[in-house]
Structure formats: C-alpha cells, structure tokens
C-alpha cells in the first residue's frame, strides 16, 4: 500500500479529459450481452477520484427528444467527431445526469459533477457524472 501511495506522489496529477484518458480498454466476454465487449480497466488515479468532482467541458449529444435536458451524453469533441460516429474512444464522452434542466446548445458547455466508474454494466458508458450543474460557455 506505502508503495502505491509513493508511486502516485510522482505521477502527474491528471484532470479533466486527461485523467479520463488514463484507462486501458481491454476486450472480454460481457456474460448480459452474450458478446465480446469493450471493457474499461481504471488507472488507479481513476479509482481515487471516484465520487469526487470532476468539471468537463464539451458537448451535449441529446438522448431526449425534448429541447430541455437533464440526462445526456457529454463528448469531449463535436457530434461529427464523436465516439458514436466512430472518430474517438469510449474514454472520450461520459454520461451526465443533471441536477436541472438545462437548454440544449450545440455551443460548448462545462459540467460539474460527481465520478463514477462503470465496469461492469455495458448499457452505459464507462463514466457517469452525477448531481451535475451544466453551464454554456460564452
């Protein structure tokens, strides 16, 4: 345990898209989708901000039809270079649950909430924010 906590005093602290970065994606046999998946193995950097704020900025992918939104998928990058679209990885859009409503934009927008790490439920992301405050950038 001495030396996890030593190594991690010397490693960068990561924040942001950065730190969500740090996984490794590993495929394995997911027993719900009777299917090879994509499964995330968390840095240990990921472990230790579980539960904690995070803030990202990026941009709202709609999963409700309604214009106000307080459940959606936040990607680091623009629709057209999302995850979904297949131009990025997983570690690069993450799942916000909203403490309001919020307007969608396409405009840039900062979330703020609580981590959580998700490695074992392949119908959601590999990162869910929670209790999230969302905020258009000018």
């Excluded at 996890?4 to 740090?22: A, V």
């Excluded at 901000?49 to 409700?64: D, S, V, W």
Aim: glycine share 6%.
């Amino acid at each position: 345990m001495l030396a996890i906590f030593l190594s991690l005093l010397f490693i960068p602290q990561l924040s942001g898209w950065e730190l969500l970065s740090s996984v490794e994606i590993v495929m394995g046999y997911d027993d719900f989708m009777s299917a090879e998946v994509e499964q995330p193995k968390f840095s240990e950097q990921l472990k230790l901000r579980e539960g904690k704020e995070l803030t990202l900025e990026g941009f709202i992918i709609p999963l409700q039809q309604e214009s106000d939104q307080d459940y959606f998928v936040l990607s680091r990058f623009p629709y057209q270079s999302c995850f979904f679209c297949g131009a990025a990885g997983p570690e690069t859009v993450v799942e916000v649950y909203s403490d309001r409503q919020f307007r969608f934009t396409d405009e840039r927008v900062r979330v703020t909430g609580k981590l959580r790490l998700n490695d074992d439920n392949p119908l959601h992301l590999f990162y869910i924010l929670e209790d999230c405050q969302v905020t258009k950038l000018d």
